[in-house]
């Protein structure tokens, strides 16, 4: 059964780092596009990071450019979203997603993302 696996999540205080990991199994050819996305209680999943598999261009929303990086081990199949100086505000469920068979213009719409992780908590305390 193709799938996404998240791991890495877990508390840490503010200015800490967290590494989270995204490994794809079962799938017969490469994604396109794979990206993080999160969603704090009460507010509506948005995109963190997103990577081309071919190209490796790489996109980042605002609130964490220059913060975390989105990597990728093509002969993993894993994607990591590395996270230096979290803030309270980072606190979220952080989710893993794929985009396979579709083309992508713009790697942070959601929307365009097929296959999904079941997600991984982040907590960062003040």
């Known amino acids: 059964q193709a799938q996404l696996a998240e791991s890495g999540g877990g508390s840490v205080q503010a200015g800490g780092s967290l590494r989270l990991s995204c490994t794809a199994s079962g799938f017969t050819y490469r994604s396109n596009s794979m990206g993080w996305f999160r969603q704090a209680p009460g507010k509506e999943r948005e995109a963190v990071a997103a990577?081309?598999?071919?190209?490796?261009?790489?996109y980042y929303a605002d609130s964490v450019k220059g913060r975390f990086t989105i990597s990728q081990d093509r002969l993993e199949a894993t994607v990591y979203l590395e996270m230096n100086s979290l803030k309270p505000e980072d606190t979220a469920m952080y989710y893993c997603?794929?985009?396979?068979?579709?083309?992508?213009?713009?790697?942070?719409?959601?929307?365009?993302?097929?296959?999904w992780g079941q997600g991984t908590q982040v907590t960062v305390s003040s």
């Open positions: 990577i081309y598999t071919s190209g490796g261009g790489t």
């Open positions: 997603a794929g985009v396979w068979g579709r083309v992508v213009d713009f790697p942070l719409d959601m929307k365009k993302y097929n296959v």
